[in-house]
């Protein structure tokens, strides 16, 4: 495998989260800015914390901490 093949296979894997903070949404995209995924934060944020950071980082694929706001309105909605 040359070096260009070797970087395109671990964009295409890499795993880039952002959160939208005014619509509560994750929008998960790769190393080319295709998007992967498209999630209800809230409901992520609560996912996360029944099942902790490295756990979810294996059922999701990518690593993600709910920012505090988040946080805080998940806490408030339990």
Same mark, same amino acid.
């Given at each position: 495998m040359d070096d260009i093949e070797r970087?395109?296979?671990?964009?295409?894997?890499?795993?880039? $989260?952002?959160y939208f903070e005014h619509i509560d949404?994750?929008?998960v995209r790769n190393g080319f800015g295709e998007t992967v995924g498209v999630y209800d934060a809230k409901q992520l944020a609560q996912k996360w914390f029944?099942?902790?950071a490295d756990m979810?980082?294996?059922?999701?694929g990518f690593?993600?901490? $709910? $920012?505090e706001q988040l946080k805080s309105k998940v806490?408030?909605?339990?």
């Amino acid at each position: 495998m040359d070096d260009i093949e070797r970087d395109r296979k671990l964009k295409l894997w890499q795993r880039i $989260p952002r959160y939208f903070e005014h619509i509560d949404v994750l929008i998960v995209r790769n190393g080319f800015g295709e998007t992967v995924g498209v999630y209800d934060a809230k409901q992520l944020a609560q996912k996360w914390f029944a099942s902790g950071a490295d756990m979810f980082s294996a059922l999701y694929g990518f690593n993600w901490i $709910p $920012p505090e706001q988040l946080k805080s309105k998940v806490h408030l909605h339990r």
